[in-house]
């Protein structure tokens, strides 16, 4: 049995772009402003950890050693900074994807299930981008019925 059609499915049916929400010019002001702190902070950390990286053209990355010493710290800090970066690009997306949605007036839809997000959810995460109940279920790869 399918699932029930709510009217955003309908609007999209019959080629509606979904309506505009008026979010308060406040809202906008202020976690704008936080959201453009956060991935000015984000790149800088991005940056930093960029520049102790060693270029790919100085030749090959280290590897490890049979013995301790044998280029295992130089390995295990440039996989350590691998992971960072890896961190860094998935929450430079996030705020990224917040910031859009404050400029097209969804910022506090969630983006799977279009509900409203919880406001504390919000002021604890201002570039959360789904609800409490869609953020669970996509971590544990569980699909939206």
Same mark, same amino acid.
């Given at each position: 049995?399918?699932?029930?059609?709510?009217?955003?499915?309908?609007?999209?049916?019959?080629? $509606?772009? #979904?309506?505009?929400?008026?979010?308060? *010019?406040?809202?906008?002001? =202020?976690? &704008?402003?936080?959201?453009? +702190?956060? @991935?000015a902070h984000l790149d800088a950390e991005s940056a930093t950890i960029r520049?102790? $990286?060693? #270029?790919?053209?100085?030749?090959?990355? *280290?590897?490890?050693?049979? =013995?301790? &010493?044998?280029?295992?710290? +130089?390995? @295990?800090?440039?996989?350590?900074?691998?992971?960072a970066l890896d961190t860094l690009a998935i929450q430079i997306a996030d705020?990224?994807?917040?910031?859009?949605?404050?400029?097209?007036?969804s910022y506090g839809l969630c983006d799977r299930c279009r509900a409203e997000?919880?406001?504390?959810?919000?002021?604890?995460?201002?570039?959360?981008?789904?609800?409490?109940?869609?953020?669970?279920?996509?971590?544990?790869?569980?699909?939206?019925?």
């Amino acid at each position: 049995m399918g699932r029930r059609l709510d009217d955003w499915d309908l609007a999209d049916l019959r080629g $509606e772009t #979904p309506p505009r929400r008026q979010v308060d *010019p406040a809202v906008v002001a =202020r976690v &704008g402003s936080l959201l453009a +702190d956060r @991935l000015a902070h984000l790149d800088a950390e991005s940056a930093t950890i960029r520049a102790t $990286e060693r #270029p790919r053209d100085e030749g090959p990355r *280290p590897q490890y050693g049979k =013995r301790i &010493g044998d280029h295992t710290s +130089d390995a @295990l800090e440039s996989r350590r900074n691998g992971a960072a970066l890896d961190t860094l690009a998935i929450q430079i997306a996030d705020v990224t994807r917040a910031r859009e949605k404050l400029r097209d007036g969804s910022y506090g839809l969630c983006d799977r299930c279009r509900a409203e997000i919880a406001a504390d959810r919000l002021e604890a995460l201002p570039w959360a981008s789904r609800c409490v109940e869609c953020a669970v279920l996509a971590r544990r790869g569980i699909p939206r019925q």
